[in-house]
């Protein structure tokens, strides 16, 4: 899912990463929207507020917003940081430490209101900052692994390209035309389902366990990472086992 590049990459491993990580995207956003009233995996709408806010000369909450904005900006860059870095050494690891980064981030928010007092470290710029920049670690991680192809944070532009695609379905008849383009739909459907699925699922473990459903989110990481390590154990095992024994 996360190792495959280039030719190797298939469309299932794309499948699997859209599902996955659009779900983690829509349970983020819900309990960001719940806890603090602030949107965590896109930043369209702060660029609205942040000029709303100008022009109505509250310069502190405007710049509040511009703070949100580069923290999900300062995500995409160290992930595309890291995973620069990182493949130039170990190309099938790049993922690990972005991902690392964001699992660590959920677990530090969501035990935070049982563990921490202070109401600076909890307050809700804190918070907002924190979760901006975990998706955009995310967003920037998901797009350079499937060569933009999926996007799991936001669906603005996802929705554009899914109804400029429906339309092309009135007109491209040929087979491998319809193939591709199907192919393209069902996996735009996926990622919006699997992110309103992850807000419902988000919003009703918020009812009964606060900031800690985060812990949902980044426990689902985790799986994800061990899941990836165990097949690309088991891949390398196979091959392996199928060298011929040279006498």
């Not at 609205?48 to 909450?61: I, R």
């Not at 390209?161 to 996926?190: A, H, T």
Request: aromatic residues 16%; glycine residues 8%; contains cysteine.
């Amino acid at each position: 899912m996360f190792r495959h590049k280039g030719k190797g990459r298939t469309y299932l491993h794309n499948l699997k990463l859209a599902s996955i990580l659009s779900g983690v995207a829509g349970i983020v956003n819900i309990i960001g929207v719940l806890t603090v009233n602030t949107l965590t995996t896109n930043v369209t709408g702060h660029f609205a507020f942040f000029s709303e806010q100008l022009f109505l000369k509250n310069y502190e909450v405007a710049f509040t917003f511009l703070y949100y904005i580069f923290f999900f900006l300062f995500g995409a860059f160290i992930s595309g940081l890291i995973m620069e870095w990182v493949s130039k050494r170990k190309s099938h690891t790049s993922y690990v430490i972005p991902i690392s980064i964001e699992i660590t981030i959920m677990i530090m928010i969501g035990i935070s209101s049982s563990v921490l007092t202070n109401s600076d470290v909890l307050s809700p710029v804190f918070i907002s900052s924190s979760l901006l920049f975990a998706m955009g670690l995310q967003n920037a991680l998901v797009t350079r692994i499937s060569q933009s192809v999926v996007r799991t944070t936001h669906l603005t532009g996802l929705f554009t390209d899914l109804g400029i695609e429906l339309s092309q379905l009135f007109f491209y008849k040929e087979k491998p035309q319809q193939i591709i383009l199907n192919k393209s739909i069902y996996l735009k459907l996926i990622i919006i389902i699997s992110f309103f699925f992850g807000g419902f699922i988000g919003g009703f473990c918020y009812n009964y366990f606060g900031l800690e459903a985060l812990l949902l989110p980044a426990g689902l990481l985790l799986t994800v990472l061990w899941y990836d390590h165990l097949l690309f154990r088991y891949y390398n095992l196979k091959r392996k086992l199928r060298r011929p024994i040279l006498k």
